[in-house]
């Protein structure tokens, strides 16, 4: 995030040097009279006094730290009183924090889970809901205001709400209680005691008090998370305005095919004996019509872009290149002969991190009190996301469906164009409060599309009007950009989360399903019974043309939406002959399945490295599937390695340096000397081939260097004089492929005998790819002291992006780690108490707790935590117990 802290500045004093001098008018200001040794004694009590006021001002001010920072420990063990329940409550949390809760209802168990999470996560909770109702800039000044702008453009909060009035009766009833859980704790705690950053805020001059929490607080999260997984919007814009410069057959080479020849589907044909298998009925799929918008609408499509950057810069980075990993394996494959399931979302670092673990326990499970779950949630959510309850389990990883569209819309004035007929744009007006400065009014205009974002930035005023469509006479018109996003028509994704957690069997887990709208997501499944299987959900729009690939001309009505497609035509496997389902992101039909769900799926390495580790594994154990998770193959170096090995570089350095590519595994271990070189001549490489074609580019591409620029470069290494070679701007004029390797192994070689030192031999991986978890809000704009508080130091990792132990790194902007799996889970369906968890920090929002980052250094060995889910494990691995009890039975 943007600065959020103004420097503090203490007054100057003006002390008896400064003071004018008192002596009678004429008469000049005598010296003191000077004797050697009064002098060195007052020299040396002088220094004594300060050396001594100077620990005291540290002491203090290490003591005032502390009690600000501890003040809001949570109390772990002992009786509270929290008003609102009806029973007792127990929560038992085991050596790593971790809670487990157990109530007689539901009402006691959610509203528990309010109360404990809060102490746990306010901070974090609070944050969240100013994301999500576009109020950031209330707490952290101006330069949220066009983050806040975007997201109130959207009107995630205004969706969230009409989302609570579709939920059933009994998800609204838990959703109220959590929120009275969460605010029976406000009620006794506030500034310092809340979180150590409530006060430093204050120091910054913002009187701030945080809001009671409300069932929209909690479901509008499921906007942000639906915006951080979708890669629509920017490979629309992408799409747009690279073809301003480039031709079609540069854009087409920049967003390679899913290759269905060497990576399989999640869901192959045949592959499921209860769900939809792909059928050859192609023509009921659109073709892609390819439009693009004429050079005039590029400017507001820019503007866009420039909006979205900021906002990936609250929620960290978003679209295709960030993945997830989610397996399950029959018992047929495994050594118990029951299912194994292993999940790891990849997701931005962040201190904490993203979820939050937690136990839900109904003291007797039954019809009015169904749950018994445990698993990995969020901060600000009741329930559990991810994880089993006694019966079944489910993983999670993104399907990134074509769930938007761009709309170019021909505005004029207070109306828009629609076939032939010019119709009132809907118009609203919204204050944004703004800390330590004026309020500030938006206007947000929306088409019948959706809301107009383009207008959400402030360059955006400056639209272009004299741009057309192609086959459109120029008219003057002025261009806007709408868009029409699933995710803003009210869905009841809640209502799934509660119906997963207390799901008996299949039938049940795709009656939960099918209840999920956004963000659209691959489920996988396993049961005690020993069945497994594979879900695709969510709202997935039917279009009239198109394949939401490039922006499309509003004003026709050719590109409308005519639905969604049905949840029994959904992708879906159940107990496969193969033994397994592997979901990382790849394709999941082939492109004989009838209806488009994307264009642009992601590559396949990880799901066909994860595919051939358990095909060659034999039984599996729990401890397999786990290796399998930290494998950190690189499947580029395959490809790109023999390559360079028959280069040639000039240097002494560069030629010892390709030795270490020799005889290499590809493993990529945070000690390794080749995966160092490899990556860095990777990145040089990228950037000797890319940089001079998209110099200028409206679109501003970032090179990444993930799995979509492994094919593109594999593509190019069989066409050694493509024009994609040619760099006339380094002044070495490399002509063809085999220059570019020459020079890319040569600036490597310099780059890193300037970083690590002249041993090749010497040189680490990790040194290189670091990974630095930040508090997300003062942790990167607070002053020094307070990111020091509340950051991690770095960390040395291994893996790298498009691996299954995936740690992305950006190679246009460097090496340090901006995607990671934000936790590691493996269920055993043998024994549910022989799965392990495992989360990036830990369980604690508070700095300087015991549980702030317990969990980090395990995560990064990749160790694991003993997950007790049955009562009597629970009750073993208890280090603190708290008794939660109704008004009148304790004394707070």
Known sequence: MSEVLEPLTVPHTPDTADAPHKGGAGTPPQAPERHPSRWRRRLWLTAWFAVFLLIVTVCAGGLGATWMVRSSFPTVSGKLTVPGLQGDVTVRRDGAGIPQIYADTPHDLFLAQGYVQAQDRFWEMDVRRHITSGSLAELFGEGQVETDSLIRTMGWRRVAQKEVSLLSTGSRNNLTAFSAGVNAYLKDHQGADLSAEYPIL?????????????????????????????????????????????????????????????????????????GTVPGK??????????????????????????????LDGVLGPRGTGIGSNSWVVAGSRTTSGKPLLANDPHLAPSMPGTWYQIGLHCTRTGPDCPYDVSGFGFSGMPGVIIGHNARIGWGVTNLAPADMDLYVEKVSGSRYEFRDEKLPLRVRKEVLKVANG?????????????PIISDSFPKAESVATKGRMPGVPRDGSTYAVAMRWSALDPGRTMDAVFALNKAAGWKDFRSAAALFSSPAQNLTYADRRGHIGYQAPGRIPVRARGEGRYPVPGWTGEHEWKGYIPFDKLPRSYDPKSGYIVTANNAVVDDDYPH??????GDGYRSQRITDLIE?????????????????????????????????????????AQ????????????????????NAVWSHLLKLTFRDDLAGNPAKLQVDGGGQWYEI????????????????DDPRKLRDRDDVLRAAMQDAARELTHKLGDDPEKWRWGALHQLVLRNDTLGTGGPAPVQWLLNHEPIEVGGGSSTVNATGWDASKGYEVNWVPSMRMVVDFADFDDSRWINLTGASGHAFNDHYDDQTELWRKGEFLPWPSGRTAVRDAAHDTLALVPDGTATS
């Open 659 to 678: 030795r270490l590519l020799r005889d290499w595994d590809f493993q990529q271990g945070a000690d390794s000397a080749s995966a160092a070189y490899f």
């Open 202 to 274: 204050a120091l910054g001059g913002l009187d701030y008090t945080p809001a009671s929490w409300s069932p929209v607080d909690s479901v509008a999260w499921f906007k942000a998370l639906a915006w951080n997984l979708n890669g629509t919007l920017s490979d629309q814009i992408r799409h747009a305005l690279l073809a301003t410069t480039l031709t079609d057959k540069q854009v087409d080479t920049l967003f390679p095919e899913y290759d269905h020849e060497r990576w399989q589907s999640i869901v192959e044909d045949g592959a499921s004996s209860q």
């Open 713 to 728: 470069v594999r593509k190019l290494l069989d066409r050694p004089d493509d024009a994609w070679w040619r760099n006339s």
């Open 616 to 656: 060659r594994a034999g039984k599996l154990d729990t401890a397999d599937m786990r290796r399998i998770q930290l494998d950190a193959h690189n499947a580029n170096a395959e490809t790109l390695v023999p390559h360079l090995l028959r280069a040639k570089p000039a240097g002494k350095k560069a030629r010892q």
């Open 281 to 310: 009925a192609r023509g009921s799929r659109p073709a892609d019509t390819r439009t693009r918008t004429a050079a005039s609408p590029t400017r507001p499509l820019k503007d866009t872009s420039d909006a979205l950057d900021q």
């Open 596 to 601: 488009l769900i994307t264009r642009n799926w």
């Open 438 to 450: 004026k309020d500030r009014t938006i206007t947000i205009r929306s088409t019948r599309h959706g």
